[in-house]
C-alpha cells in the first residue's frame, strides 16, 4: 500500500454496510458490494476487480458518496480495488 493508501484506509473502513448507496446508485452498480470487499476480504481484491471497475466507469454523479452517512470516498475505494491485479 502507499503512504496516501494507508493514510485513508480508516475512512475505507468506516463502511456500516447500510446499503443506501447501493439505494441511490442511478446505474445500480452496488457500490457497497466493492466496499465491504474491501473491508473484509482484503487478501482478495482481484476475485472484485471487474465489479470495482464497473463501479469507477459510474456516471460520476456522487449519489454514492453524498447520501453515505459515514462518508466513506466509495469511487476511491472502487479505484483501489479494481487496480488490484496490478498489485
Same mark, same amino acid.
Given at each position: 500500500?502507499?503512504? /496516501?493508501?494507508?493514510? @485513508? %484506509?480508516? #475512512?475505507? &473502513?468506516? +463502511?456500516? #454496510? +447500510? *446499503? %443506501?448507496?447501493?439505494?441511490?446508485?442511478?446505474? &445500480?452498480?452496488?457500490?457497497? %458490494?466493492?466496499? @465491504?470487499?474491501? /473491508?473484509? $476480504?482484503?487478501?482478495? &481484491?482481484? $476475485?472484485?476487480?471487474? &465489479? #470495482?471497475?464497473?463501479?469507477? /466507469? +459510474?456516471?460520476? !454523479? $456522487?449519489? !454514492?458518496?453524498?447520501? !453515505?452517512?459515514?462518508?466513506?470516498?466509495?469511487?476511491?475505494?472502487? /479505484?483501489?480495488? #479494481? *487496480? @488490484?491485479?496490478?498489485?
Amino acid at each position: 500500500l502507499s503512504t /496516501q493508501e494507508r493514510e @485513508a %484506509l480508516p #475512512a475505507w &473502513h468506516a +463502511c456500516t #454496510a +447500510c *446499503g %443506501l448507496c447501493d439505494l441511490v446508485c442511478p446505474d &445500480h452498480k452496488a457500490p457497497m %458490494l466493492v466496499v @465491504a470487499a474491501m /473491508q473484509r $476480504d482484503l487478501p482478495r &481484491h482481484a $476475485d472484485y476487480a471487474a &465489479h #470495482a471497475l464497473s463501479v469507477t /466507469q +459510474c456516471g460520476a !454523479c $456522487d449519489a !454514492c458518496e453524498s447520501i !453515505c452517512p459515514v462518508g466513506v470516498p466509495v469511487r476511491r475505494v472502487a /479505484q483501489f480495488v #479494481a *487496480g @488490484a491485479e496490478e498489485r
